[in-house]
């Protein structure tokens, strides 16, 4: 006779249970939308915060439902991470069936609030989109240019932003945000190849990259993310910022706060301690929080 385990009783799901695969925190990301609108000192413009809104709804649907895709074909890897294995579909406590009817009702709605903004941002959140699945399905695979990709993805927020409202970004921002979005995307990685070697050790891999490869990825994304640094001090030091901002030379003082979160997240990683989205995670770390406020408030005063 055949001896029966132990059987557990299915709870019923809750609202919160079913929102939590669209990740509505990462949406965070998408305020980058509001960046070129800001840049341009055109934040009180009510017609062109509309758009901006719109544009950031938009894309915080196209974007859950690319969440879902992702959580959908990696849920092998996320079961064995110490993090994700809680997330959603990885534990089993909602139906792969949830994921494939909401892509495309996520999907659908993004692109008809982007119609709603514009011809030429539903575009740029098109390609967007098309990028996010591509990734999805193939360019995770591939070391290296799957942080280029991540980094580009980040940068196209910004895009899409200057197509709602069209403001388009200077060539400082441009490189600014290529630098800085290529270290965070590296340190994302990173952070995942350290949790994972406490796992598996010596054999730790992770997205494809092996253990050795910290150093080199290290490397890459902490020369990145002070380039970044670079770039906004030459833009400080430009007849454009001495035209934006009266008091321009305060914004030295973004130099030093920078250099200091790039380096408190790089350090956070090195020790295994960055478990999420480095963007995300900041709005959760007290220090990243801080410096944040005091980057923003050094901005406003500058102005």
């Known amino acids: 006779m055949a001896q029966v385990g132990p059987v557990f009783q299915e709870r019923s799901k809750s609202l919160v249970d079913y929102l939590k695969p669209l990740r509505l925190r990462h949406w965070l990301k998408n305020l980058l939308v509001f960046l070129p609108l800001f840049a341009a000192h055109r934040f009180f413009e009510t017609a062109l915060l ?3 809104m719109l544009a950031f709804v938009a894309f915080g649907c196209c974007a859950s439902a690319g969440y879902l895709l992702n959580d959908l074909f990696d849920l ?9 294995r809680l997330r959603p ?7 792969l069936s949830y994921g494939l009817a909401m892509i495309p009702l996520l999907a659908g709605l993004g692109c008809l609030i982007g119609l709603l903004v514009s011809p030429l941002f539903l575009g740029v959140l098109l390609i967007y989109f098309a990028l996010s699945t591509t990734y999805s399905f193939y360019v995770r695979k591939v070391v290296l240019l799957d942080v280029i990709v991540l980094a580009g993805l980040y940068t196209m927020r910004i895009m899409a932003g200057s197509a709602s409202v069209t403001i388009w970004p200077s060539h400082w921002l441009l490189a600014f945000s290529t630098f800085l979005f290529f270290s965070l995307a590296l340190v994302k990685r990173y952070g995942e190849l350290v949790i994972m070697r406490r796992i598996d050790g010596d054999q730790a891999t992770a997205r494809g990259y092996e253990l050795s490869d910290g150093e080199m990825l290290a490397a890459m994304g902490i020369a990145s993310g002070y380039v970044a640094v670079v770039v906004l001090a030459l833009y400080i030091n430009s007849d454009t910022a001495r035209l934006l901002y009266g008091r321009y030379e305060l914004m030295w003082f973004l130099c030093p706060l920078l250099l200091y979160w790039i380096s408190h997240m790089w350090l956070l990683a090195h020790r295994g301690k960055m478990p999420d989205d480095p963007i995300v995670f900041a709005t959760r770390d007290p220090i990243s929080r801080i410096l944040i406020l005091l980057m923003l408030a050094t901005i406003l005063l500058a102005l």
């Not at 579909?89 to 139906?95: K, V």
């Open 50 to 52: 509309e758009k901006a």
């Open 76 to 84: 092998a890897a996320d079961r064995r991470h110490p993090d994700k």
């Open 89 to 95: 579909f990885a534990a089993g406590n909602l139906p």
